[in-house]
């Protein structure tokens, strides 16, 4: 279960969110199923990708003050997006700068298989500092994506990227490959004990590949690597706990 680690926090971004007067943090879409959270997912979604510390009274849901000018996009179920490309199956989850919705592109078939295409995409606020620090992570992810056009690489893969206009303004919009639980549902899976060493070690493994190739091939550095912020390829499945058969102690005759 090779991971994708997918983010990288800017420190002029963090100095505007000082300058703006908004909460520091970094962006850990928490990509989720919605049926769990009612959404992430960075991301990141989830997003894939998918977010953070909000002002929501419920981590699992973004406030709806939020959806106004300048704000998140009203998005639902069912909704298109690029002139009909892109149609909205479910939701993924939220941050503090964005919404992410799991989307069918209705334009495109798998190559290879012939499957239906689908991606994890975020939708910024738009107020314009949102805005640019949207452009910012468009303009890295297509430069991960020049070096790694196969997506080869275990880092965020940009499908597409647009502006969307609505009523609360234009939104940018990135769509990226769609991926499973973020790396903290696993350790939660484990009640916090400890993960497998074997999975420590594929986790650990694909983190490193993921970091080595930023560093020297695009001179990017991660400055915010969490649980949160590194996404597995799939769903963490649900372990059946069982229980600990208790001993039978044999009393000594006397």
């Known amino acids: 279960s090779s991971i994708k680690s997918c983010r990288r926090e800017r420190a002029r971004e963090g100095e505007r969110e000082r300058k703006s007067g908004l909460e520091s943090m970094g962006e850990r879409e928490n990509e989720r199923e919605a049926s769990e959270t009612g959404e992430c997912s960075d991301t990141?979604?989830?997003?894939?990708?998918?977010?953070?510390?909000a002002s929501s009274t419920s981590s699992d849901v973004e406030d709806a003050e939020d959806y106004k000018k300048g704000g998140y996009h009203p998005?639902?179920?069912g909704d298109t997006f690029k002139q009909g490309k892109y149609v909205v199956v479910k939701k993924l989850g939220?941050?503090?700068?964005?919404?992410?919705w799991l989307v069918k592109n209705?334009?495109?078939?798998?190559?290879?298989?012939?499957?239906?295409?689908?991606?994890?995409m975020k939708?910024?606020?738009?107020?314009?500092?949102?805005?640019?620090?949207?452009?910012?992570?468009v303009k890295i992810l297509k430069q991960i994506k020049e070096k790694d056009p196969l997506g080869q690489q275990p880092v965020a893969n940009l499908l597409d990227w647009f502006?969307?206009?609505?009523?609360n303004g234009k939104h940018v919009c990135i769509v990226l490959e769609s991926l499973g639980d973020n790396l903290l549902t696993l350790v939660k899976m484990y009640d916090y004990s400890g993960i497998p060493m074997e999975v420590v070690k594929m986790v650990a493994?694909?983190?490193?590949?993921?970091l080595d190739f930023l560093h020297s091939k695009l001179?990017?550095?991660?400055?915010?690597?969490k649980p949160e912020n590194i996404l597995l390829v799939g769903k963490v499945p649900k372990l059946v706990k069982k229980k600990k058969k208790k001993k039978s102690s044999k009393k000594n005759k006397k």
């Not at 990141?44 to 977010?51: A, D, E, I, L, P």
């Not at 493994?205 to 993921?210: E, H, I, V």
């Not at 001179?219 to 690597?225: A, C, F, Q």
């Open 75 to 77: 998005t639902k179920i």
């Open 205 to 210: 493994r694909s983190t490193l590949a993921a």
């Open 106 to 120: 209705l334009e495109e078939k798998d190559g290879e298989t012939g499957k239906e295409v689908f991606g994890a």
């Open 163 to 167: 502006e969307h206009l609505g009523p």
């Open 44 to 53: 990141t979604s989830v997003s894939r990708s998918c977010s953070p510390s």
């Open 123 to 137: 939708i910024q606020k738009s107020a314009s500092h949102y805005t640019e620090a949207a452009m910012d992570e």
């Open 219 to 225: 001179d990017i550095i991660h400055t915010d690597l």
């Open 94 to 100: 939220w941050g503090h700068f964005s919404t992410v």
